[in-house]
């Protein structure tokens, strides 16, 4: 099945240092990932979708200079928080869309990260 | 916009059937999906509306009513490891950042099952 991994799963770092997390698709190809960021007891909230290749596009209130998207290949997304803040501690998730899915319509389903845990001290 | 509204919490013993519905109000509307999330873990899929009518897909079902526009999980057999958050989620049009196909996520019902 598909498998999306991150790295690291939890990381904490000092205020206003930056934090670099991955998102790798290991068994297929990704057109599309998306970045969610959910706090405890919260829905999950998209902060922006990347594309391979081409710059992301950030939802309303998710600052880009912030959160630095790369999606360098089809296999590989990465979210850096620059300048982290004690607010920005969280629990960031990725996920992936697979290219042949979504060549052929199917792009429903969305296969999810194992997540990654932010604690800016 | 999108919106969906989900009961934030809902307890059942072990064995026993439980719904859990959604209803959703968007600007454009393709489908709804289902997702169980563990505490700390990541969601996972588990179903996808995008016609009415029933889904089954072993002890759990989806079901979807455009004309009313809600829908509901359905869980079957109820087990200890059930126990999970569970978020309906539509795939809707364009978003804020106007990509289209993106889901917008329920705020998730806490399912509780007891022995």
Redesign the interface.
Known sequence: GAVVSQHPSWVICKSGTSVKIECRSLDFQATTM?WYRQFP??????M??SNEGSKA????GVEKDKFLINHASLTLSTLTVTSAHPEDSSFY?C?AREKTLELAGF?????????T?LTVT | GQSLEQPSEVTAVEGAIVQINCTYQTSGFYGLSWYQQHDGGAPTFLSYNALDGLEETGRFSSFLSRSDSYGYLLLQELQMKDSASYFCASRGGASASGGSYIPTFGRGTSLIVHP
């Open positions: 998306f007891k919260q829905s999950l909230m998209l922006a979708t596009t950030y939802e309303q998730i996920s792009s429903y389903e969305q296969y999810f990260g194992p997540g845990r």
